[in-house]
């Protein structure tokens, strides 16, 4: 599986040990920004590794930010992506089971490592529900074909 990261600088910390977290695994992990001691937007790094999620360069993306909204907020402007803040290990399940979320989005300020692992690990693991579901994601793509150019 292919990742792209990205954060700001209130996210930064989180994604590093997120980072070294997934380094290991069988994952290929691309990190667009924002670097160290950077005081940055989170729309722009967030916009940089959603792109690259749209054009099919990454299956999922997981971005950082303060409290994982403001990533959300941008990656959902892009067509075909489904972002979901999410802050425990429930609500990272559901997001992939009933959402089919392929991109998460985590807060730095809310999280720690340790949850944040956890949150992650199920995220990957778990597959989507399809069925009913799938209906749903149907009609999120319907929106998107009428809404967005
Ligand atoms: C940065 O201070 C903070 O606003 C940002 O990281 C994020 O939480 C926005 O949603």
Redesign the pocket.
């Given at each position: 599986m292919k990742i792209v990261l990205a954060s700001?600088h209130?996210?930064y910390e989180l994604k590093m040990g997120i980072e070294d977290f997934l380094t290991g695994q069988d994952i290929e992990v691309l990190d667009v920004g924002c670097g160290p001691s950077e005081a940055i937007d989170?729309v722009d790094y967030g916009a940089k590794a959603a792109q690259r999620l749209v054009r099919g360069e990454h299956d999922r993306a997981i971005l950082f930010?303060?409290?994982g909204?403001?990533m959300a907020i941008v990656a959902n402007k892009f067509k075909g992506v489904r972002a979901t803040p999410c802050w425990n290990v429930y609500t990272a399940e559901m997001s992939r089971k009933h959402n089919d979320a392929n991109c998460l989005t985590l807060?730095g300020r809310v999280l720690s490592l340790e949850e944040a692992k956890a949150i992650v690990a199920t995220w990957l693991a778990t597959a989507f529900d399809g069925g009913r579901h799938g209906r749903r994601v149907d009609k999120i793509r319907l929106l998107e074909n009428e809404n967005f150019k």
């Open positions: 700001d209130a996210g989170y930010c303060g409290t909204m403001g807060g």
